[in-house]
């Protein structure tokens, strides 16, 4: 009797502890995570162009077994640097991917690639290097599912996280 008295007010405390605890808000975000000073778009640590949490960055697409910039890319490309430098603060990761078609080796340099030439892109347009990182992760994380030119177009893409705002 005295162990199930002893159990429940454990079972109490842990609850009545759990349900107190919230994480703390430290960003200047509105709850929502939109940025007042940042034309009411969502920019978010850890945000991604895929998501539409990066602000006014875009995700680039690229052609079959291609690391070149269509001049689709390249505008918004364009528009992607306008928005780093008018934000000076921010810094991103690019993350270059494949389709699913090839080994893994290839579609991770194909990836890398890929990431390279956007940062470079942005580089000759007045950003500094020391904001962009690359990463590469090859065919491991499509935002498509399918084995069908539709879903593979989707996935031969260098989307932005947010590392620092």
Not at 149 to 163: C, L
Request: hydrophobic content about 35%; overall charge neutral; some cysteine.
């Amino acid at each position: 009797m005295f162990s199930r008295a002893l159990l429940s007010l454990f079972v109490a405390g842990f609850l009545a502890v759990g349900c107190a605890s919230k994480k703390p808000n430290n960003s200047q975000d509105g709850a929502d995570g939109i940025d007042a000073g940042n034309n009411g778009l969502s920019l978010q640590l850890n945000g991604d162009s895929d998501s539409s949490t990066a602000g006014g960055l875009v995700t680039v697409y690229f052609a079959f077994n291609s690391a070149q910039l269509a001049s689709s890319t390249q505008e918004s490309l364009k528009n992607n640097a306008e928005f780093l430098k008018s934000n000076p603060t921010v810094d991103v990761q690019i993350e270059g991917h494949a389709d699913e078609r090839g080994g893994i080796q290839y579609n991770l340099a194909l990836g890398e690639k890929r990431a390279k030439t956007v940062r470079d892109y942005l580089v000759a347009n007045g950003i500094s290097s020391n904001r962009i990182s690359i990463i590469s992760y090859g065919k491991e994380r499509p935002v498509a599912e399918g084995n069908d030119e539709s879903a593979w177009s989707k996935n031969r893409r260098a989307n932005f996280v947010i590392t620092a705002k």
